[in-house]
């Protein structure tokens, strides 16, 4: 049993290697016009505007190519102290995402191959580690 | 569209005014918008009894600001709406506005622009992202900067030119909110923001306000304005984003798509544009907008810009205002001031910043959300 914890459990998941054994997944869907998109929601389809049955969640590969960075040098924020660098990834599997780069991850720019892990952010109440999801170079 | 603007009847700028924009003060909105409402009236030489209606922009002042000023322009009853749409309020009050008087329900229209630095609140729409409390406008455009200069081999200094043209005419300004000059080495030297985006090639966003009067050629007539000094809205078009294919940037592909119908409105080119106010909160959206609206291919912005093309007195002047980077950016004035300017601009009444023989303009704004708003404007030399 981990004690681990997911900052954002409703968009991602651990992997199936295990807590942190793996490149997590992200909670996608897909309309029946064959739109996929990120984050999974019922709303309705951004493409074709279909709801209900027509949606239905499906797991999202994290790998992805790198369209552009930036370091974050100013950030009004006090809880995403800069700088951090920020990352716009087409997934593999459609979607364009932005988020945050792994600290540890090697120097990156466009056409980089891309991937997410889980990092430790912070210990919960009752001592587990909280993990959030972070991109980094493929290697 | 069914109908566009130009399938109504003719309407015109007849009246233009600001309160200089700055940085945020004491002064209360009131003032501002007070003072860019007069300087309009006495630009048009006609009485505020004369506007039969009113669209007020303002997107950071609250709920309904707007009776508490106009009620100091003396009691009409005239009706009244504010419009709030981000960057783009303005524009889309000076749309409203336009779209009134050439529909034939008004003859005398102002569209008024004030705001204050107040905090941005957004609603929450339940759905939640990896980091958008990450990830603010300037590094929205942080990574759209990087992604151009990766695509079209740009430098980081290519691109900084648009600020040292933009300051070099905001200079010229006196309603710019910047109205210092600025070289190279100062705009990159400046304090780094996010990716390769320094302080002054981001807007500061700031207060003031901007007013238009707008009329048919019938409020002309009646109320014994200069015909000569009204300058006809040849078109007026606004969009909302789609969705692109992955590594399409919504803010080019969205002008693009805004720019075209508004050019096929007025039946003009690119090439038939002299003077262009856009939407320039950070440098690079300068070059993405100009290759989107069409004044050369897609990569080709920074040879123009460093050809010159694009000052005053160039191909085409684009932000002989200053632009959101020099004359500021705040909020709900902008897309009003563009209009002035280009107004100013096509009277041939721009002083130093006066663009030789401008007969065609263009005023571009996007907000976030996102949507965009193109208006095309000539003059009668
Ligand atoms: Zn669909």
Redesign the interface.
């Known amino acids: 049993m981990s004690t681990d914890k997911l900052l ?1 459990s ?3 998941s651990f992997g199936s290697g295990g807590p942190r054994g793996s490149a997590p997944v992200l909670l996608g869907g897909q309309c029946r016009c064959g ?1 996929v998109f990120f ?1 999974m ?1 019922a ?1 309705g389809c ?2 074709c505007g279909n709801h209900g049955d027509a949606l239905t969640p499906c797991e999202l590969s994290t790998g992805g190519t790198l ?11 006090k ?2 102290p800069a700088p ?1 660098t ?1 990352v ?1 990834v ?1 997934l593999d599997d ?7 780069l792994a600290e540890d991850s090697a120097a990156v ?3 980089q191959r891309m991937t997410a892990r889980l990092v430790p952010v912070r210990s919960g109440e009752s001592g587990e580690t909280v993990l959030d ?1 972070r991109f980094t170079a493929a290697i | 569209m069914v109908r566009t603007l130009s399938d109504l009847r003719p309407v015109y700028v007849v009246g233009v005014g600001w309160h200089r924009y700055q940085n945020p003060s004491e002064t209360p909105y009131v003032s501002l918008g007070l003072a860019a409402i007069r300087e309009a009236l006495t630009d048009a030489k006609i009485e505020w009894p004369a506007v039969e209606s009113s669209y007020v922009a303002t997107a950071l002042l609250g709920m309904a600001a707007g009776r508490p000023m106009l009620r100091h322009l003396g009691t009409t009853g005239a009706p009244l709406v504010h419009i709030e749409n981000a960057s783009a309020s303005g524009s889309t009050a000076f749309r409203q506005a336009c779209i009134e008087v050439a529909g034939g329900i008004s003859d005398v229209a102002l569209a008024v622009g004030v705001d204050k630095r107040n905090p941005v609140q957004r609603s929450n729409t339940g759905i939640d992202h990896l980091a958008d409390d990450a990830i603010v406008p300037f590094t929205h455009f942080a990574l759209l900067t990087n992604e151009y200069a990766a695509r079209y081999n740009a430098s980081v200094e290519d691109i900084a030119l648009v600020a040292v043209k933009n300051h070099r005419n905001g200079a010229k300004n006196p309603n710019a909110q910047r109205q210092q000059e600025r070289t190279l080495q100062e705009v990159l030297g400046g304090k780094k923001v996010s990716g390769a985006l320094t302080s002054l090639q981001c807007t500061p966003i700031g207060e003031g306000a901007a007013a238009v009067i707008v009329a048919s050629d019938e409020g002309i007539r009646r109320y014994g304005i200069n015909p000569d000094r009204a300058i006809r809205v040849t078109a007026s078009v606004g969009r909302s984003e789609r969705i692109y294919p992955p590594g399409v940037g919504f803010d080019a592909a969205l002008t693009r798509e805004t720019a075209e119908l508004a050019l096929a409105e007025a039946k003009r080119q690119p090439k038939d544009l002299d003077v262009i106010e856009l939407h320039d909160a950070f440098t690079v959206e300068e070059l993405h907008y100009i290759e989107s609206i069409g004044l050369c291919p897609e990569g080709d912005g920074v040879q123009m810009l460093k050809d010159g093309a694009l000052d005053i007195g160039g191909r085409c002047a684009i932000n002989p205002s200053g632009g959101l980077i020099a004359m500021g950016h705040p909020i709900g004035p902008t897309g009003i001031g563009q209009i002035g300017e280009i107004t100013k601009q096509l009277r041939g009444e721009a002083g130093e910043r006066q663009h030789p023989h401008a007969r065609v303009g263009m005023a571009h704004m996007v907000g976030v959300g996102a949507v965009c708003y193109v208006h095309i404007m000539e003059g009668r030399r």
């Open positions: 954002k409703n968009i991602y739109y984050p929601q709303y951004e493409q369209l552009a960075e930036a370091v974050v040098h100013l950030h009004a924020d809880n995403r951090f920020i716009k087409a459609g979607p364009v995402v932005r988020s945050v720019s466009p056409g999801l």
